[in-house]
């Protein structure tokens, strides 16, 4: 290996709905581990498995599993609608940690458009 690392990481602070948050995106050969953190702790860990087998072609079919943390279903909502987002993940699976109090719609676009300058795939 050239000096090359194997892993990509990218982070970020930034200003979400008036509270700050850390956000961490590293790329693992098979797949992302996206951290979102207010709280300074990893808080739900959700697991995102995309499918290899689907009915219609072009629509990914997603499983979500809570690792840690409470299951709420406002959380698969969420990491769902992230995960179909961001189109460049070719299938990859991603772990993702959340930590926020607040959970509104207007904070998870926000915290999409921080994410977004974390890419790392």
């Known amino acids: 290996m050239e000096g090359r690392s194997l892993v990509i990481s990218k982070q970020k602070t930034a200003v979400v709905c008036g509270v700050p948050t850390q956000v961490v995106c590293t790329a693992f050969s098979s797949r992302i581990l996206v951290m979102v953190s207010e709280l300074g702790k990893m808080g739900t860990l959700v697991s995102l498995e995309p499918s290899s087998v689907t ?67």
Do not use: Y
Not at 77 to 105: G, P, Q, Y
């Open 55 to 121: 009915r219609d072609i072009g629509k990914p079919v997603l499983t979500t599993e809570v690792l840690l943390g409470k299951d709420e279903p406002l959380i698969h909502v969420f990491t769902t609608w992230w995960h179909l987002c961001f189109k460049k993940l070719e299938n990859r699976a991603i772990l993702l940690a959340l930590a926020t109090k607040d959970k509104s719609m207007e904070v998870v676009k926000t915290l999409k458009k921080v994410i977004q300058t974390c890419q790392v795939w």
